[in-house]
């Protein structure tokens, strides 16, 4: 809590700067504010998911879903995880918020593109503190009241920040990390953390080494979840934030190739496809056990919310051949995201805490990506401001909340 106390005081230097920007301040100052942690499991997929909870073999998040509200999330056409979580940040649409994909106008996209302020910076000015670490486009950080670790699209030495993953020394071209000091701290208590997942391996590496490669590059991936958890952990054991943003990004990684399809699927290949069929399923086996890590920093007081971006599914349209952006470039993928049609790819939403309701499953596509922040807004007492198009997910609680109510705390 030491470096705690430090970062969040200078979150409050940063708040004066921030004052005039202030918004209307709903938040009781001096009361106690609601604790949120969101987890977000990139392109975490249902088809995926429902079969292993329903054989018990993601005992955390069958345990979660039980205690709350669950369902489907609707994404937007196209997706992909810069785009979304750009709308997670920001409510509006990308030719909106400024973030249309990985690239923007030919280059990587940037924070300085986002033409909107983010949810996180609308919390920080209205004085909650806030943590995140490893979410999309959030590369160079830019300060928040608390801490930020950038994810996706960092840039670093040989990583032009398109889906690979430089480590904390070898990042480039902007801060990964806000404040400055606490790279210096992760470094020597965590490790030289690597940002985001590995690249996958393009056809040419594939080739006649499937066995090899296939089971380096999934070794590759356990170890940067490991040195994640092992940052989660960390950061919520000693940087305790009342909104607090952590991000998975492996997962969607390894269904792009590997997701387990059968003969009849397009782009099947014995000698790929048979290999570790269960390469994509033990993503969210191990992501359950990285849940049970964040569990043990929840208490009945915390609202947990469990989301992904998008779904991924199995090749399913007539497209041109490597029309997706396929992350290495020349990657075999057998599963995708970005299809024109977003409702083919549903994204997960999972939330459970005070005020949430137990064990209600929501059906349909009511709720949206569109509908993360003025919720999260909602749950601090904050109304979203005009540029957010979605709306509060009223569903999701207990008992219907008068109008009145709606900007008090708990
Ligand atoms: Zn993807």
């Known amino acids: 809590m030491r ?33 949120v942690i969101v987890i977000g499991v990139n392109g975490a997929e249902w088809d995926i998911l429902r079969p292993l909870l329903v054989r018990g073999e993601m005992p955390n998040l069958a345990w ?53 302020p983010t949810f996180w910076s609308i919390l920080s000015q209205n004085n909650v503190t806030v943590g995140m670490a490893n979410v999309p486009a959030t590369f160079p950080a830019k300060p928040v009241n608390g801490f930020m670790i ?16 430089p480590r904390l020394s070898e990042v480039e071209g902007g801060d990964a990390v806000y404040p400055p000091a606490l790279a210096r701290e992760i470094e020597s208590h965590v490790g030289d953390i690597p940002i985001d997942c590995s690249r996958m391996p393009g056809a040419p590496e594939l080739r006649g080494h499937e066995p090899e490669v296939v089971k ?14 092992k940052l989660f952990d960390y950061l919520l054991t000693n940087h305790s934030t009342d909104f607090t943003f952590f991000v998975q990004s492996c997962e969607d990684r390894t269904g792009h190739w590997l997701y387990p399809i059968q003969p009849h699927n397009v782009g099947y290949d014995p000698k790929l496809h048979t290999l570790s069929v269960d390469a994509f399923p033990n993503q969210y086996r191990e992501f359950d056990k990285l849940l049970g890590t964040i569990l ?11 989301l992904s971006d998008h779904g991924i599914k199995p090749l399913r349209e007539f497209e041109p051949a490597m029309a997706h952006m396929d992350h290495a470039g020349a990657t075999p993928v057998v599963a995708k995201h970005d299809f024109e049609d977003g409702d083919e790819v549903p994204g997960v939403f999972i939330a459970m805490g005070p005020g949430i309701k137990r064990g209600a499953r929501i059906f349909g596509l009511p709720m949206s990506v569109f509908d993360i922040a003025p919720t999260i807004l909602h749950i601090y007492g904050i109304s979203a401001p005009a540029q957010m198009k979605g709306r509060v997910l009223t569903e999701i609680f207990a008992k219907p909340e008068a109008p009145d109510d709606l900007h008090q705390l708990p």
């Not at 973030?99 to 909107?116: D, H, P, Q, S, Y």
């Open 216 to 229: 380096n590059w999934l070794e590759q991936v356990s170890q940067i979840r490991r040195q994640q958890q």
């Open 296 to 306: 043990k920093h929840v208490d009945a007081n915390t609202t947990l919310i469990v």
């Open 64 to 116: 979660v879903i039980g205690r709350g509200v669950s369902g489907k999330l609707q994404t937007v056409s196209a997706p992909n995880c810069p785009k979304v979580y750009s709308v997670f940040a920001t409510g509006a649409p990308s030719e909106e918020n400024g973030i249309t994909g990985f690239k923007v106008g030919g280059l990587v996209a940037r924070t300085e593109m986002l033409r909107l």
């Open 3 to 35: 470096s705690g106390a430090k970062l969040i005081s200078l979150g409050t230097a940063l708040m004066l700067f921030f004052a005039p920007l202030l918004l209307a301040q709903n938040v009781v100052d001096g009361g106690k504010k609601p604790r």
């Open 150 to 165: 950038t994810g996706m699209l960092t840039r670093g030495k040989t990583c032009d920040g398109l889906l690979c993953s």
